[in-house]
Nanobody
């Protein structure tokens, strides 16, 4: 089995920074793309950023220039550095990983979510 455990959420004032972490553990041969999503109250879950195994990144327009996604392949961990936070960034943030298991099959796994609250 594979688990994704997130940490680093919290409450900050507008303009502040937070760093989210997500560590994957379990039966993992390798991890392909890792990503962060978020879901605000009453809204659909949306993609925030992705990073491939070779560290190629993509960002939602709403966070480009403020957020940075990175990963440590040796630790099976993905990070999201969030700077210049705005009240509209308030959401539950979820990490996602496309995990290749030792059997050779790939599965999509999700973390439990971590709350980020930005006050004005």
């Amino acid at each position: 089995q594979v688990q994704l455990v997130e940490s680093g959420g919290g409450s900050v004032q507008a303009g502040g920074s937070l760093r989210l972490s997500c560590a994957a553990s379990g039966s993992i041969a390798s991890i392909k793309t890792m990503a962060w999503y978020r879901q605000a109250p009453g809204k659909q879950r949306e993609l925030v950023a992705t990073i491939t195994s070779s560290s190629s990144t993509r960002y939602a327009d709403s966070v480009s220039g403020r957020f940075t996604i990175s990963r440590d392949n040796a630790k099976n961990t993905v990070y999201l550095q969030m700077n210049g936070l705005k009240p509209e960034d308030t959401a539950v943030y979820y990490c996602n990983a496309d995990v290749v298991r030792y059997s050779g099959t790939s599965y999509d796994y999700w973390g439990q979510g971590t709350q980020v609250t930005v006050s004005s």
